[in-house]
C-alpha cells in the first residue's frame, strides 16, 4: 500500500494525466454551460454529471462508470479533430488522454511562495476567455496510505464516519491495522503529498506569467520533467 502511494497514485505522470482529465471537463462544464455543443455523441448521462446542474439519479449514477466517460473523450478526440474554438480545444485534449499522449511539463511548488505565485498565474489565466485558462493545473494532494478512511454520510452531512483499515492478525481474527503492526502504526500518522504546477508548454500566455511569477528560469524552459 504505501509503494502504491509512493509509485502510482502520487507518481508525476499518474498526476499529469489527472491533471489533463480535470481540465478537460472543466473546459467541457464551460462549454454545457454556454450552451454549446460538446463534440462527438457525448452519453446524456456524462453530459449532465460534467454540467452539475441537477442531482444524478440513482440509475444514472450506476450507469456512469469509466467506459461511458472513455467513450465520451474517444467521441470528442475523433469528432472534433477538425474544429476549431473550445470544442477543437477539447478534442485535443481528448486525443492526448485517448492516445496516452504527455503534453504537460511540471514544476514542483517547493514552499509557501511558490504556491502564492501559482496562485497568481491561475488568477491571471481565470479572468482571460482563451484557452490558456484550461492548460494551467495546480495540483495539491496529501494522504496517509494507512489512515483511516473518513468519508461523509448519514443524515447530517457534515458528520464524518470513520472507517479503519483492518487486517488478519496471526490467531485469524480480524484487527484494526494499526493495533496488529508497529510498523502500521507508525505509517498511519506518516503522510506524503504533492505541490506541483501543471502547464503546457505551448501556451505562450502561461509561458510568460510563470516566468514572471518566478515558476521557470529562462534556461529551465526547454527542459521536459
Not at 489527472?18 to 464551460?30: K, M, P
Not at 485517448?98 to 481565470?126: Q, T
Not at 494532494?141 to 478512511?149: K, L, V
Amino acid at each position: 500500500r504505501q509503494s502504491m502511494y509512493q509509485q502510482v497514485y502520487m507518481h508525476r505522470v499518474t498526476r499529469a494525466y489527472e491533471a489533463l482529465l480535470r481540465n478537460a471537463l472543466r473546459l467541457a462544464r464551460r462549454m454545457l454551460r454556454n450552451d454549446e455543443p460538446l463534440p462527438g455523441c457525448t452519453p446524456a448521462v456524462v453530459a449532465k454529471a460534467i454540467a452539475g446542474r441537477e442531482v444524478l439519479s440513482t440509475s444514472e449514477y450506476l450507469r456512469l462508470d469509466e467506459w461511458m466517460l472513455w467513450r465520451a473523450l474517444s467521441d470528442w478526440a475523433e469528432d472534433g479533430a477538425e474544429r476549431s474554438g473550445a470544442a477543437g480545444q477539447l478534442a485535443r485534449m481528448a486525443q492526448w488522454l485517448v492516445e496516452r499522449r504527455r503534453p504537460y511539463r511540471s514544476v514542483e511548488l517547493a514552499g509557501p511562495e511558490h504556491l502564492v505565485a501559482a496562485g497568481k498565474v491561475e488568477g491571471a489565466l481565470a479572468a482571460t476567455s482563451g484557452a490558456a485558462r484550461f492548460a494551467f493545473y495546480v495540483d495539491q494532494y496529501e494522504d496517509a496510505p494507512y489512515r483511516d478512511t473518513r468519508y461523509s454520510g448519514g443524515a447530517d452531512p457534515e458528520e464524518l464516519n470513520v472507517r479503519p483499515i483492518r487486517m488478519v492478525d496471526e490467531s485469524g481474527g480480524i484487527e484494526r491495522a494499526e493495533d496488529v503492526s508497529d510498523l502500521v502504526r507508525a505509517l498511519a500518522v506518516s503522510s506524503m503529498g504533492v505541490q506541483t504546477a501543471y502547464y503546457d508548454p505551448n501556451e505562450p500566455a502561461i509561458v510568460e506569467l510563470m516566468h514572471e511569477h518566478g515558476l521557470l528560469e529562462p534556461q529551465k524552459q526547454g527542459d521536459h520533467r
